[in-house]
C-alpha cells in the first residue's frame, strides 16, 4: 500500500470520529463540539482537494463515458459535500435553526453509513494494509503434514526417542 492511500485511510477515520464525535453533543459539549467542527470541516475541504482530479474527471463524463459506479458515488459525494456545508451554515445560526441542523446532521450520517458501505471493502483492505495482518504460512501438503509418529517425537515402533 503506498502513502497515498495510507494518507486517505488515516483522514478518512479522522473525519468519520470528527463526525461521529460531534454528532453526540452530549459528549463533548458547546465548546468542544465548535472546535470539533471546524477541524473536521477544515479537513473534509483538505480531502476534497486532494481528490480534486477525480472530481473533475468524473465531472466532465458524468453524462458521457463513464461508469455507473463512478456516478453513484459522484453523487453520494455530492451529497455529503451539500449536508457539511448546511451543517456549518446551520450551525453558525443554531439558535434559530436547531431543528434543522439536527435534521440535516441525521442525513449526513445516514449518506455517511451508506458511503462506507459501499466502500467497506477498501477500508479493510487499508486497514489490514496498515496494522499488517497475521502472519500465514504456505499451505502444506496433507501427505507432509506432521503427525504424532512422522513429528520426530516417536519413532514408527511407538517407543520415545
Avoid at 500500500?1 to 463533548?28: E, H, S, V
Avoid at 477498501?122 to 504456505?138: M, Q
Amino acid at each position: 500500500m503506498n502513502t497515498k492511500q495510507k494518507t486517505n485511510w488515516w483522514i478518512d477515520l479522522i473525519l468519520f470520529a470528527g463526525f461521529i464525535t460531534t454528532y453526540f453533543f452530549d459528549l463533548t459539549g458547546v465548546a468542544v463540539h465548535q472546535w470539533i467542527g471546524i477541524f473536521s470541516a477544515t479537513l473534509a475541504a483538505y480531502h476534497l482537494f486532494i481528490h480534486w482530479d477525480w472530481v473533475g474527471e468524473v465531472s466532465q463524463r458524468f453524462f458521457a463515458k463513464t461508469s455507473n459506479q463512478a456516478r453513484f458515488y459522484y453523487v453520494l459525494d455530492g451529497l455529503l459535500l451539500l449536508g457539511i456545508v448546511l451543517i456549518g451554515i446551520t450551525g453558525l445560526a443554531i439558535s434559530t435553526w436547531l431543528n434543522i441542523h439536527i435534521t440535516i446532521s441525521i442525513a449526513v450520517l445516514v449518506i455517511l453509513v451508506v458511503k462506507l458501505a459501499f466502500h467497506w471493502r477498501w477500508i479493510v483492505h487499508a486497514a489490514r494494509k496498515i496494522w499488517g495482518e497475521p502472519v500465514r504460512l504456505p499451505a502444506q501438503n496433507a501427505a507432509a503434514r506432521p503427525t504424532k509418529f512422522s513429528s520426530g517425537l516417536w519413532d514408527g515402533a511407538n517407543s520415545c526417542k
